[in-house]
């Protein structure tokens, strides 16, 4: 006989999880007694939110399906931020939450609450198990649809006697999960690629718009061979930065809001746009009547639904990006030169680079580069939300796809910290940095206490300029600097991180900078970094919310 | 912009109904009717909407629907040859005195049926495209309609063909 409880710890392991993240409570008690003694690992969070985020950042970082746990009510609630995080970036995620015993269902009992309905529209899809006879497979349901097609979060809800009563239960012997109404398309169709390569050859100005579907379907090679193969410029999303090294002769960096005047201005003159994993999010495309004005678009995606969401399509693809890819470099038959066009576009980088005052002020964007060039392109850097972000993905130079975790579509405050524990348990061997604001690190910062009872080695580098930094920024922009609500108090990071048991050091100058990032890298657990930075710096260059992308202000040093 | 007739069929499970109506009103789209009920294949259900929009909007409801786990297949109906009825119960003031004659007269030029007979009312029974029932609905106004109840409309392609079967 096998409780419920038995059945999801066994289930779990068969699927090959290793590490949840979770937080106990009243109805999970059995799930927690079944842990005690089990040899899959549990990572105690200080709050369910960081739950959610750690198996999200663990999800990202290894390309496996992420577990977090939580208990009924108030504990599945903290877990919503963190799903509808991963929803919006297509994370595998497992979430599973205790649900008050079935006959109580309804009744606004004791820590009840709707959990299933609560996160219908930031799920892939949801259970509520009834009967401890459906556990087994709708687990495996669940790793199934979070794991494949555009991938997400799937949450299991357990009443408490779901998983208290013991049954005889056999696992199936890995029969493959059917479902009627789930059948991704995995293939693009022949027809349609020969109709993109056709495209593709009459082009004179083609660009490649790459997103994080690249990056979540391991296609970084294939798109690399494809743009080496083809000659074609490449941009990519904040969520498609790693696909592609920075430093790729091809490659000109991130587009859209914070992107480089390079990246906008080739989309705008573009003839032809393939968008590979990519869904033309506002961020990217700003004024969309004049996103990519002159260019036909091919769109491939494994979700029909992003095709012609938002801008019209000339030749769409359905399928796996990585799949697709392939295909469309076994058929490529002609190929052209577009050595004007790449021309113009090495004229544009050269004349208008990512750039900020290195004049000896302990800047942010220096706290970035100088990290980038310590690391040489390894490690895993994760972020926070605002300018933290913006200046990681502007001035740190990544290499290689899943090196870089971040909040794109939800952008979520907080994140960083719980992710980049998770990222630890995917790869133990990379040093990973959490690049925060000082805005965004308080939001989990009872973290430190998990890192520091796990001797987890996660690098904090702390932003720190009193402000909530990118709001800031649009206050003072549009809002006659006003500043409303964000200024924060000085806080004296390194004694927070001392009282937790972790080590800290602030710095205050440029000079110290490196010293101190190389402390942080040589130090074998957890480090605080409180960089002081220049208070008012923006972000720059930037399209104003409602412009056209190619017309972007600030960011010229002379 | 028009309304469009959507067939819709899904596991016939716990909350599939709230997944659907959920995706509509998130996505800001109107469901003008809705009806719901078992089909010919065992442990599905046919869910037929109606709702209005433009052709790229109709395109992301059903692409968005379609993401769905629970829901198995979504056609657009609106440009086939079809069949549709609504059902409709209505409740007219109908004085024995005065009006309960007109009132049977009208239920008789409509095919409707008398199901229920009360001291000052009768209640109607009709079938029929939504533009009848509307057009029935107009002419009793007149007496006072006490209370109104539809079924939402439900669809079925003419001839051998069925939804499954079509595009």
């Known amino acids: ?558 | 912009m028009k309304a469009h007739t959507l067939s819709v069929l899904v596991e016939n499970k716990a909350g599939v109904l709230s997944r659907v109506t959920g995706l509509f009103s998130r996505r800001g789209f109107n469901i003008e009717s809705l009806a719901v009920g078992v089909c010919e294949e065992p442990g599905m259900s046919r869910i037929t909407i109606v709702c209005i929009g433009d052709d790229a909007q109709i395109e992301q409801v059903m692409k968005q629907l379609n993401k769905l786990i629970d829901v198995i297949k979504v056609s657009d109906i609106t440009e086939n040859e079809r069949v549709e009825r609504e059902l409709a119960l209505i409740k007219v003031s109908a004085d024995p005195g005065t009006s309960r004659a007109e009132v049977m007269q009208v239920a008789t030029i409509f095919r409707a049926q008398i199901i229920d007979v009360g001291s000052k009312t009768v209640t109607l029974s009709v079938t029929g495209d939504a533009e009848k029932i509307d057009a029935l609905e107009k002419l009793l106004r007149q007496y006072g309609v006490k209370e109104l109840v539809r079924t939402g409309k439900i669809a079925m392609l003419r001839g051998t063909k069925t939804v499954k079967s079509a595009k």
Not at chain 1, 227 to 233: E, R, S
Not at chain 1, 327 to 351: H, N, S, T
Not at chain 1, 387 to 411: D, E, H, V
Not at chain 1, 507 to 535: C, K, M, Q, W
Request: one cysteine or more; glycine letters at 10%; charged letters at 25%.
């Open chain 1, 1 to 558: 006989m096998k409780t419920g409880a038995r059945i999801l710890v066994e289930g779990l392991q068969r699927e090959g999880v290793e590490t949840i993240f979770g937080y106990p409570g009243g109805v999970v008690l059995p799930i927690y007694d079944e842990l005690y003694d089990s040899s899959l690992r549990h990572i105690l969070v200080r709050h369910e939110q960081a739950a959610a985020h750690a198996a999200d950042g663990f999800a990202r970082a290894s390309g496996r399906v992420g577990v977090c746990l939580a208990t009924s009510g108030p504990g599945a609630c903290n877990l919503v931020t963190g799903i509808a995080t991963a929803y919006m970036d297509s994370v595998p995620m497992v979430a599973l939450t205790g649900q008050v015993p079935t006959s109580l269902l309804g009744n606004d009992a004791f820590q009840e609450s709707d959990i299933t309905g609560i996160t219908l529209p930031i799920t892939k899809h949801n259970y509520l198990v009834k009967r401890t006879e459906d556990l087994g497979h709708v687990l495996r349901e669940a790793f199934y649809i979070a794991g494949t097609g555009r991938k997400g979060p799937v949450l299991i809800d357990l009443p408490k006697d779901v998983s208290n009563k013991p049954i005889e239960y056999e696992f199936p012997e890995s029969e493959p999960v059917m479902l009627r109404g789930y059948q991704p398309t995995i293939r693009g169709h022949a027809k349609q690629i020969d109709k993109a390569l056709e495209l593709i050859f009459e082009a004179e100005r083609p660009l490649v718009y790459a997103g994080g579907g690249v990056i979540s379907s391991d296609a970084s090679e294939e798109l690399i061979s494809f743009v080496d193969t083809m000659g074609i410029p490449i941009t990519t999303t904040l969520m498609g930065l790693g696909a592609v090294p920075c430093d790729h002769p091809l490659n000109l960096g991130m587009l859209g809001m914070h992107g480089t005047r390079s990246a906008n201005f080739a989309v705008t003159e573009s003839d032809l746009l393939i968008a590979i994993g990519a869904r033309f999010d506002d961020r990217v495309t700003g004024k969309l009547d004049t996103f990519a004005p002159q260019a036909k678009i091919i769109h491939i995606d494994i979700d029909p639904a992003e095709i012609g969401k938002n801008k019209k399509v000339d030749v769409p693809i359905v399928g796996d990006t990585k799949s697709v890819l392939q295909d469309m470099l076994v058929k490529v038959r002609r190929k052209k030169e577009y050595d004007r066009w790449q021309a113009r576009i090495r004229g544009w980088k050269e004349k208008h680079p990512l750039t900020y005052r290195r004049d000896g002020v302990l800047r942010p964007q220096l706290v970035v580069e100088k990290l980038s060039e310590l690391l040489k392109g390894e490690g895993i850097i994760v972020s926070e939300v605002g300018q933290n972000q913006m200046w990681t993905a502007q001035y740190f130079c990544f290499r290689k796809p899943r090196t870089w975790i971040t909040s794109g579509g939800l952008g979520t405050m907080g994140y960083g910290f719980p992710a980049a524990m998770g990222a630890h348990f995917a790869r133990p061997d990379q040093v990973i940095f959490d690049i925060a604001g000082d805005g965004s690190f308080q939001m989990n910062i009872q973290e430190l206490s998990t890192v520091a009872t796990n001797n987890i080695p996660v690098k904090v580098a702390i932003l720190n300029n009193r402000f909530l930094g990118m709001v800031r920024q649009w206050q003072e922009l549009f809002h006659d600097r006003r500043y409303s609500f964000t200024e924060l108090p000085p806080v004296d990071f390194v004694k927070v991180a001392n009282a937790y048991g972790v080590e800290g050091m602030r710095v205050e100058s440029a000079d110290d900078v490196v010293p101190a990032l190389t402390a942080a890298i040589d130090t074998d657990g957890p480090f605080i970094l409180d960089f002081r930075v220049e208070r008012e710096e923006n972000v720059f260059p930037m399209v104003p919310a409602g412009a056209a992308i190619n017309e972007m202000i600030g960011g010229n040093v002379e």
